[in-house]
């Protein structure tokens, strides 16, 4: 789904040069793209540094050029079904429209399912007011000029929304809301720098610590803190299974949200937009949770209770900054997805430091 967008703001969120199918292709993407003619026409996509952060369709355009050639070259016969999968019982698919196939080998490739609304919003799911999945196409292009925006989340799909706002002429006012209110840092190419630190022994506050004193030493040599992260992403899978249980479940507890604004980052053209919003104060990013919604004609108010100290603590929500009051003029209420359940310590290697995918409409 990510890499079928149109939507010419939705970029990869690293250099194009890392982008590849398979382990021995390195720089494949990137050459394939640089000899394209969306790469000539995309004044955005080159960077100072040389790398290219194509759109993201550009890379889905890459795979189905290199999967037809694949299946032209393949003695096999290829069947492409729009249906769904309902069951799998002794080597026998059944489908949603009442087929049966047999199948020697299974293989499981259905990405993420689409955005769900919070119990809240359910009851006003066909309000006209309401957007439950911005990644439809079009989703965005009724939305005025000067509409308030209230988006729930604040990971990427927060960042893609605000983007394609931004790029459609939108100049109103957004809110963004979730739990913690982080927002994914922005990407640096890197260039090829490596870091040579070794995040594999100690306790979880050991490591932590390092890796604090890393960053800071990064920067006296002029070095970003991604390369530091990047290290510690490469060794994420040995660091979490050499962590106790009871690290782990600290880590989940008290880290994890701000692991995965700093592994998960946005694209540097997507993170300038961000930052022109908040420095207009057109963006306001909010550590909050939502309370209610309520329906006022074509529009929606939406109230929060902002995050304080004591997680229990409650107030009165401030019009001003706490209740997303929409214009007349069909202002939206954008969900990004709920946050999902919380993972089990022992199963959870994908949602540690070694990566898997960000969960939606978390921060």
């Known amino acids: 789904m990510a890499y079928s967008t149109a939507e010419p703001t939705h970029r990869i969120n690293v250099p194009a040069a890392r982008m590849q199918l398979a382990g021995d292709e390195e720089g494949a993407f990137d050459h394939w793209y640089r000899h394209q003619p969306a790469f000539a026409v995309d004044v955005q996509a080159l960077r100072p540094d040389g790398s290219v952060y194509p759109q993201r369709g550009q890379f889905g355009r890459y795979v189905a050029q290199r999967f037809a ?29 009442g087929l049966q196939f047999k199948a020697d080998l299974l293989v499981l490739a259905i990405s993420h399912p689409p955005p769900s609304l919070p119990p809240q919003a359910e009851a006003w799911r066909h309000h006209p007011a309401l957007i439950a999945n911005p990644w439809q ?42 739990r913690h209110g982080l927002l994914s840092r922005g990407n640096l190419s890197g260039a090829g720098t490596t870091w040579p630190g070794d995040y594999q022994q100690g306790s979880l506050r050991q490591r932590l610590r390092q890796i604090r004193l890393d960053v800071a030493y990064a920067a006296q040599q002029g070095l970003s803190w991604q390369v530091v992260l990047d290290a510690v992403r490469q060794q ?40 022109a919003r908040q420095r207009t104060g057109s963006l306001q990013v909010q550590a909050a949770r939502l309370l209610s919604i309520s329906g006022e004609g074509e529009t929606l108010r939406l109230t929060l209770a902002r995050r304080r100290r004591a997680d229990a603590e409650r107030r009165s929500p401030d019009p001003d900054h706490r209740t997303c009051t929409p214009r007349p003029d069909r202002q939206p209420a954008i969900f990004t ?8 310590s022992r199963r959870c290697p994908r949602h540690g430091p070694g990566g898997g995918q960000p969960f939606p409409g978390s921060g």
Do not use: C, K, N
């Open 69 to 97: 050639d694949a299946a032209a070259s393949s003695g096999g016969r290829l069947r492409h079904l729009r249906d769904r999968a309902l069951a799998f019982h002794q080597g026998t698919v059944t489908t949603d429209g």
């Open 337 to 344: 997805g709920p946050r999902p359940p919380r993972p089990d």
């Open 236 to 275: 994420g899978q040995r660091i979490w299974q050499a962590l106790s249980v009871a690290d782990r479940q600290r880590f989940l507890r008290h880290l994890r949200h701000y692991w995965d604004v700093h592994r998960y980052r946005v694209a540097p053209q997507v993170a300038e937009v961000l930052e």
């Open 137 to 178: 196409p079009g989703a965005l292009d009724a939305i005025a000029p000067h509409a308030r925006v209230a988006v729930m989340g604040t990971g990427l799909t927060m960042a893609d929304t605000v983007a394609t706002l931004d790029r459609l002429g939108h100049r109103g006012s957004i809110v963004a809301f979730s």
